[in-house]
């Protein structure tokens, strides 16, 4: 029986065994084939091939900004928490909810330069609050 080599620089030889060594030695092949198989076969090797992968990054993205402004959103919330439970309402229905000030004005039976006015309380105890 004859046995291949294959060698990284190209190189190869074919040698001479006898057929027990030859078997012996494509049971050994095999065998670790089929680990090698075995162990790549539910997960992904952590090979180069992984750093030829593309990697998706969002240049548009200013950390820094989104960083203090999450810090700044922190800041606000706090202060809104601070405000009387009416007026914490109100800024919840208009910033929110997303509702007019004359939609709200009709649900409180007020009129609107009522609401307007409470937010205008609400904007000066905010900037009070926040400076």
């Known amino acids: 029986m004859k046995i291949k080599y294959v060698f990284l ?3 190869r030889i074919e040698i001479e065994v006898s057929e027990g060594i030859g078997e012996v030695a494509l049971a050994i092949d095999q065998e670790i084939h089929n ?5 790549t ?6 090979s180069g091939d992984n750093d030829k992968r593309e990697v998706w990054v969002d240049l548009t993205v200013d950390v ?10 922190e800041i606000l919330h706090q202060a809104i928490s601070r405000l009387k439970l009416h007026q914490r ?8 909810q997303g509702l007019s000030e004359t939609e709200v004005a009709r649900e ?3 009129t ?5 006015k409470q937010l205008k309380v609400i904007y000066k ?3 009070n609050s926040l400076e």
Do not use: C, M, P
Not at 112 to 116: H, I, M
């Open 89 to 96: 309402e109100l800024v919840w229905k208009i910033f929110y």
């Open 112 to 116: 609107q330069q009522a609401v307007s």
């Open 41 to 46: 076969r539910r997960h992904e090797s952590y």
């Open 9 to 11: 620089t190209g190189e």
């Open 125 to 127: 105890n905010l900037k």
């Open 64 to 73: 820094e900004a989104a960083a203090v402004g999450k810090a700044d959103k």
């Open 35 to 39: 680990r090698d198989r075995r162990e």
């Open 108 to 110: 409180r039976g007020v």
